[in-house]
């Protein structure tokens, strides 16, 4: 029903929104990687072998860059007007999705660390942080699940109407 709502007069210009949106933020991830690579050659890469946490911060910070890359084709494919079948669309959900619930789950795993360390390793601390996290990874898989089932298939852009519905 929605999909006959939406022409492609309105279709454009969200497709324009997005190319434009992930360009300009992946221009500002790039320039923040320039600007503090002595940093983190200085900080992060003597430690990389010897740390969890600078192994995690390097995967945290180079996936992003992967999945913003990743966005920039796919919103580019969707401004030009190539078809996207719904095997396409499925696959960028999946794709954003499992890379945000990846990196969102990373932080959260080095700040379970960092207070499991803080008070003392305890077994209790340790089961709690377990838990919570446990729950916290079912919570956004759960959500992953209803948010790629929730697709539609447009030919020449990627909509996601799980709420609208």
């Known amino acids: ?4 709502v939406m022409l492609p007069s309105v279709l454009d210009p969200v497709a324009r929104n997005i190319a ?5 933020l992946t221009a500002f991830m790039v320039l923040e990687y ?4 002595k940093e983190e050659i200085r900080l992060v890469w003597p430690r990389f072998l010897k740390t969890t946490e600078a192994k995690v911060y390097v995967v945290i910070r180079y996936a992003g860059l992967a999945g913003s890359s990743f966005n920039i084709w796919f919103a580019f494919r969707m401004l030009s007007g190539v078809p996207n079948g719904p ?3 499925r696959a960028w959900y999946w794709y954003q999705t499992t890379m945000t619930q990846c990196l969102v789950f990373s932080v959260e795993s080095l700040l379970m660390l960092r207070v499991n360390k803080m008070y003392g390793k305890g077994k209790s601390i340790r089961a709690l942080l377990i838990i919570f996290g446990g729950a916290q990874f079912a919570a956004m898989a759960a959500n992953a699940r209803v948010v790629v089932i929730g697709t539609r298939y447009f030919p020449h852009l990627c ?5 609208s519905q």
């Open 20 to 24: 434009i949106l992930t360009t300009t």
């Open 87 to 89: 095997f396409a669309c």
């Open 1 to 4: 029903m929605l999909a006959q």
């Open 159 to 163: 909509h996601n109407l799980a709420l």
């Open 34 to 37: 320039f600007w503090f690579i």
